[in-house]
């Protein structure tokens, strides 16, 4: 525990300085416990979801065993969880809200291990997200740091009973309703089994490597659009259909989201690839944007890609005609 933090440390924070997510768990009490073992100043930061009856107590244990590991502050941060996403995406918007608030300057880490790599790996295949899914967590995505990501979930349990510390047991962590659950309790240990013992650190090793890869593709992608583009707001469809497509592709993405399109989805990218790749005279993409009464949408015009904005009422009463 302590060697992955302190590398981390040297990696990224060398001034040693961090605020710390405490949740009362076993994950993050052992990151809490090695950050002050090896850091200069931690600040613990408790989010309090008021989900369960007793979050409030649980949060402030959770804060008073921070300051007794030596935490130079600890504060509970209470949030509403919205419903956009379902409960489990909400509450992790509120809770990265609330942390980012509160952190100042500071780095905050979590306590993300091997296994919730191996995990979000698993749900990234599944769900069929591409590449920049399937590379997981990074260790460090500003102003985000997870030095455990090395580390085995018994690993931060063993440190927290050798440390005498009780962590807290979520019971949403035991939730069936839960997709990432379900792959930790059924999916994954079938898997363990299947593979030797060996499928978590397979799965985490696959992230790694595929991170490294994702950032060489950008890399090409933002020589592409400085090529394309002599205007930002225009590409140039012979120069991005002249590209290798996993490259055309990132350039559009990140096209779309330079030009305010807030979410960008497989679907948009497919359909604004084919405007470049299979051009038939189609009419433009709908992507989300806008605002009230516009919506953006991209189309193709003398051989260029625009992002417009088209109205929305004029769309409506297209479609219901």
């Not at 100043?41 to 590991?69: C, K, Y």
């Not at 400085?226 to 991005?240: D, K, M, T, W, Y």
């Not at 009464?293 to 015009?301: A, D, N, P, Q, S």
Request: glycine share 10%; with cysteine.
């Amino acid at each position: 525990m302590r060697h992955a933090v302190r590398d981390w440390l040297a990696r990224y924070s060398a001034a040693g300085a961090v605020a710390v997510g405490v949740s009362g768990g076993a994950d993050s009490l052992a990151l809490t416990a090695a950050v002050v073992a090896e850091g200069t100043a931690v600040d613990a930061l408790v989010v309090d979801h008021r989900l369960q009856p007793g979050s409030a107590t649980v949060a402030e244990t959770a804060a008073r065993t921070a300051r007794a590991l030596g935490c130079r502050s600890a504060r509970v941060l209470a949030v509403e969880v919205g419903r956009e996403g379902g409960m489990e995406a909400a509450a992790r918007t509120a809770r990265y809200r609330a942390l980012d608030t509160a952190r100042g300057a500071l780095p905050v880490l979590l306590g993300h291990t091997l296994d919730d790599q191996a995990e979000t790996v698993l749900l990234g295949l599944g769900r069929g997200s591409g590449a920049r899914s399937i590379q997981g967590m990074a260790p460090f995505d500003d102003p985000w740091g997870r030095p455990l990501l090395g580390v085995r979930r018994d690993t931060t349990r063993q440190f927290c009973a050798d440390l005498g510390l009780s962590p807290y047991e979520d019971p949403h962590n035991f939730s069936p309703e839960f997709t990432r659950v379900r792959l930790r309790t059924d999916v994954l240990p079938v898997l363990e089994d299947v593979l030797g013992g060996t499928a978590a650190v397979a799965l985490a090793r696959t992230a790694e490597l595929l991170r490294e890869d994702n950032a060489a593709l950008d890399e090409f992608a933002a020589g592409l659009l400085v090529r394309a583009g002599a205007e930002p707001a225009e590409l140039s469809c012979e120069v991005l259909a002249g590209a290798p497509a996993a490259v055309r592709r990132r350039a559009v993405r990140a096209w779309l989201l330079e030009r305010g399109v807030r979410v960008v989805t497989g679907a948009h990218i497919r359909a604004v690839d084919e405007l470049v790749v299979a051009w038939r005279g189609q009419g433009g993409v709908a992507v989300s944007g806008g605002d009230r009464g516009t919506r953006l949408v991209v189309v193709r015009e003398h051989g260029r890609l625009t992002l417009a904005r088209a109205d929305r009422a004029s769309r409506d009463r297209r479609e219901t005609s």
